[in-house]
């Protein structure tokens, strides 16, 4: 049960800086020759430790699983 919500917490989560991130990005367009925003790679790089990484795990899992069951 626990785990079902963990789940359900990270998707939203995930989604919330997906969409976080393209609001940002459409406010604040990155200007030719200039660095983007530090909150813009803030968010990007948090988008990356939360959703990458984990599916990255997940997909480890998976493979082990299937690999076992056989």
Do not use: D, E, Y
Not at 21 to 47: A, H, Q
């Amino acid at each position: 049960m626990i785990i079902k919500w963990t789940l359900i917490f990270f998707a939203a989560l995930s989604v919330a800086l997906v969409v976080l991130t393209k609001v940002i990005s459409f406010l604040n367009p990155p200007r030719s020759g200039r660095p983007r925003p530090p909150v813009l790679r803030r968010l990007n790089r948090m988008l990356r430790w939360t959703v990458l990484i984990p599916a990255a795990i997940g997909l480890a899992v998976l493979v082990v699983t299937l690999w076992l069951g056989a």
